[in-house]
């Protein structure tokens, strides 16, 4: 009996993937999908179960590298990984199962380093944001400072320039008075 055979569209239906997602896993797992003689995809139950199946596993939260593993493993790995909750780590090409219960302790251990992770960093920041505060008050006040001598120079020279031109003034005025005595009659400077 011949396996029914969908379109890319049909299947991207059934399974809950885009076409272009089905493309693109082809090629990333390497998996083989029948074509007919007009050289178009199509696929029977089996290649549906088996994207289904990257589906469930992506869903637990494994890599593709994970995910190849385990499509390229005995079904033992798999059956092992859903049922005991088995979790697969790899590290320099080397294939470790973690338990559930380890797996947690590593989870809980990487939540610590993270929480004192964040409260140093938080510290830090606060320091930081201290040290600035307190810089920006120092030059805060050092421009005041500056201002204030600045504008105390700029006083004394206008006061400076203020006496100047008063003398000034006075001497003009003492010309001026002399100009006017020199005008008037000597009979008028005498009976003056």
């Known amino acids: 009996m011949e396996l029914k055979k969908y379109s890319i569209s049909e299947a991207s239906k059934i ?32 290649e549906i179960e088996v ?20 499509l390229n493993s005995p079904e033992v790995i798999e059956e092992n990984i859903i049922k005991d909750e088995t979790a697969i780590t790899i590290s320099n090409g080397n294939v470790n199962l973690k338990n ?16 004192e992770g964040l409260v140093s960093l938080n510290n830090n920041f606060k320091q930081s944001f201290e040290d ?7 030059l805060k006040t050092e421009l005041v400072e500056k201002d204030q001598d600045i504008i105390l120079c700029e006083n004394a020279k206008l006061r400076m320039k203020i006496k100047q031109k008063s003398y ?20 008028k400077r005498i009976f003056s």
């Open 100 to 115: 559930s219960q380890e797996l947690s302790l590593l989870v809980n251990d990487i939540k610590e380093n993270i929480n």
């Open 51 to 70: 994207f289904q199946n990257i589906k469930q596993l992506q869903e637990k939260g494994l890599t593709n590298n994970q995910i190849k593993i385990i």
């Open 15 to 46: 399974i809950g993937y885009q076409s272009y997602v089905l493309r693109y896993y082809e090629k990333e797992f390497d998996l083989s999908i029948p074509r007919n003689k007009s050289n178009h995809r199509y696929y029977t139950i089996n």
């Open 168 to 187: 000034e003034i006075a001497e003009l005025k003492e010309q001026l008075s002399r100009e006017k005595n020199k005008k008037k009659s000597i009979i």
């Open 132 to 138: 600035v505060k307190c810089e920006i008050n120092s």
